[in-house]
């Protein structure tokens, strides 16, 4: 850290913004940091450690070749656009317009942040389910809004009814939903969203979906909020490539939404980024056109790796959670005689060599979640067998 950017004793960033003050270097950073410095097992950061088909890097490869290489439209390259649509319509039954309705975006977390940008005024609420995906937060307090939190208490990470209806106010702007949820595994169930459906057209809400694990799903179905009554033409829907296709690194995303909602989000994407990636966008329309096989396999792979690491993890002794969908399991840290998952995390890599994610990071007030930490298990099997072999130091 430059003398410049020191934190002052009361540890505010100098010229740092009011609104940015105490987010800091996000947790995945640290952990990361970590795990290189004493060459862990890194457990922590949701990346896989494997490439992406043949088909779809060669495709990258072939746009590169091809010509590709310049600005695409704003918006996204008609390909992608098209290719996204077909892809709602294909699994969701969802009908996008790939023109008005259909933009590209750099990765889902530009996408979040551009929507909130773009949707919010200064002293509007935005309601997040912790917990939550750090950049929810930090994008809410960008645009001038206030977070009202709702819990997601284990085992199975259920939400009270009652805190939700009462999280919404008049000053409501939007919801924010991940499903398949980052960093606890859930998947809401239908009831769960028919609920929030509900409180959403009550109020005249609007939704922001973060759907990047929509095809990680092993227990339940994936249900996009803007395919229940209502939602259509009030839900900002969000997906990437990332995660469905091992490219985490090509930061190519998408936002799906009425016309009206898709201009105001494409007002604000256009100074951020403007546009990306332009052969990785050439490289995502031939992927989303993979055929079924490829999808089905996918989630089931990734289910035999949860299953694989929820099982050693419960060797070890920890209390592991339900995942139903994502790229993670959450754990316990208790049972093992430990009470701070922050502590626990950031003495692994050097006391076993394995790095995970405290969730207590994830919440507003990090009490809740206290003793939760999170495992990602998009490894190879000798990964996640050395990791778990490692973490039986713990027990020994």
């Given amino acids: ?205 609007l939704a922001v979906t973060d759907e990047v694990y929509e095809h990680l799903v092993y227990d339940g179905a994936h249900v996009p909020l803007a395919s229940l009554p209502g939602m259509r033409e009030r839900t900002v829907t969000i997906s990437s490539a990332g995660k469905t296709f091992s490219v985490t690194g090509w930061k190519v995303g998408w936002v799906c939404a009425a016309p009206a909602l898709t201009a105001a989000v494409r007002t604000a994407k256009q100074f951020m980024t403007f546009t990306n990636g332009t052969p990785f966008q050439h490289a995502v329309a031939v992927a989303l056109r993979s055929d079924d096989g490829y999808f089905s396999g996918l989630a089931a792979d990734y289910a035999r790796r949860r299953d694989r690491l929820t099982a050693g993890l419960r060797a070890v002794g920890f209390e592991v959670f339900p995942a139903g969908g994502s790229y993670f399991v959450c754990a316990d840290v208790r049972p093992l005689g430990f009470g701070d998952g922050v502590e626990f995390c950031r003495a692994l890599p ?22 939760v930490v999170r495992f990602a298990f998009c490894k190879t099997d000798a990964v996640l067998d050395e990791g778990i072999r490692r973490l039986g130091g713990l027990s020994a």
Avoid at 166 to 175: E, F, Q, S, Y
Avoid at 350 to 371: E, L, M, N, Q, Y
Wanted: hydrophobic fraction near 40%; charged fraction near 20%; charge should be negative.
């Fill in 1 to 205: 850290m430059s003398p410049t950017s020191t934190p002052t004793p009361t540890g505010r960033l100098p010229h740092l913004t009011s609104r940015l003050q105490g987010f800091g270097t996000t947790i995945f950073a640290e952990m990361t940091a970590l795990a290189v410095r004493h060459d862990a097992v890194n457990l922590g950061q949701g990346f896989p450690d494997f490439d992406p088909p043949d088909a779809v890097r060669e495709a990258a490869i072939r746009a590169i070749r091809d010509g590709h290489n310049q600005y695409a439209p704003g918006s996204g390259v008609p390909a992608l656009r098209e290719a996204v649509a077909e892809h709602q319509r294909r699994f969701w039954d969802l009908d996008f317009d790939p023109d008005a309705e259909v933009t590209v975006t750099a990765g889902a977390t530009e996408a979040i942040c551009a929507t909130l940008q773009a949707l919010c005024e200064v002293g509007d609420e935005v309601v997040l389910f912790e917990p939550y995906y750090d950049s929810y937060r930090a994008s809410v307090a960008m645009a001038g809004a206030v977070e009202r939190v709702v819990t997601l208490r284990p085992p199975d990470f259920a939400y009270d009814p009652a805190d939700l209806e009462a999280a919404i106010t008049p000053k409501t702007r939007a919801v924010v939903l991940n499903s398949p949820h980052n960093p606890t595994g859930k998947v809401f169930s239908r009831a769960e969203l028919e609920h929030i459906a509900g409180l959403c057209v009550a109020h005249d809400v």
């Fill in 350 to 371: 050097k006391d076993v060599g394995v790095a995970a994610v405290p969730t207590s990071v994830f919440h507003v007030d990090p009490r809740r979640g206290r003793s």
